[in-house]
């Protein structure tokens, strides 16, 4: 099993930057692939980023260029760097790892933190 706390996330205006980060816990050396979901009220959720162990990212176009993601193997930490934020980042910030499969934007991830309310005004 693995366990996953998300923490930094506020409230922040346009235009602003906020870190984020996910302790890892647990059986974590057989996790893949790690990454960043959201969900805003009335909306589905949708991935951000992702991390394969080996260092690819991914990342949603609409984060591009703005949003950083990078895993800390040693503190077992996962980070989400995001700058230039906008009102439509608002939403719930959720860390996921899996243990196999493809590092894809997809949902189909087997644990899940609790989550971290991000919000730009």
């Known amino acids: 099993d693995v366990q996953l706390v998300e923490s930094g996330g506020g409230s922040v205006q346009a235009g602003g930057s906020l870190t984020l980060s996910c302790a890892a816990s647990?059986?974590?050396?057989?996790?893949?692939?790690m990454g960043w979901f959201r969900q805003a009220p009335g909306q589905e959720r949708e991935g951000v980023t992702t991390?394969?162990?080996?260092?690819?990212?991914y990342y949603a176009d609409s984060v591009k260029g703005r949003f950083t993601i990078s895993r800390d193997n040693a503190k077992n930490v996962l980070v989400l760097e995001m700058s230039s934020l906008e009102p439509v980042d608002t939403a719930m910030y959720y860390c996921?790892?899996?243990?196999?499969?493809?590092?894809?934007?997809?949902?189909?991830?087997?644990?899940w933190g609790q989550g971290t309310q991000v919000t730009v005004s």
């Open positions: 996921a790892a899996k243990f196999s499969g493809a590092c894809a934007l997809t949902g189909d991830y087997n644990f």
């Open positions: 647990g059986y974590i050396a057989s996790i893949n692939c």
């Open positions: 991390i394969f162990r080996d260092g690819d990212t």
